[in-house]
């Protein structure tokens, strides 16, 4: 599955390019619901994971290298989310980025191409590799 920037993440992308925001950090989190992410999304359409040992994590700017190119491409840090015990199992079906905390803009989202990924045991852990490609 391709990544998707949903509409409103459209806007606060071009808002960036243009300037008419402070630099601001992104979050990744974890998404539990069977969901394909669709243009028209937003964070209602997203349960985030609630296993034990989860918690969504920043993502600043030093994370990201953006290499330019043909395609030009932004990518992050190896990101790790590791199980920490009871209440599992929990299925986990992709991630979603959005720009700071719960309410502001949700950015995009992307099912898992080879998941979804199953949270069974204390340690388990979904490695996640954010990467935004633009031509």
Known sequence: MALVVVNVGEVSILEVLM???AVFDMVIRLFSNNHTPAETDTF???TEATFVG????????TDWTIT????????ATQQVF???????PETIFGYTIERGNPGHPLLWAERFTNGPYDMLQAGDAIKVT???TGE
């Open 82 to 88: 590791t199980a920490g015990g009871p209440g599992l």
């Open 68 to 75: 330019p190119g043909n395609p030009t491409q932004a990518v």
């Open 19 to 21: 300037n008419k925001h």
């Open 54 to 61: 989860y918690v969504s994590l920043t993502l600043t700017g």
């Open 44 to 46: 209602a359409d997203y």
């Open 130 to 132: 954010p990467k935004f």
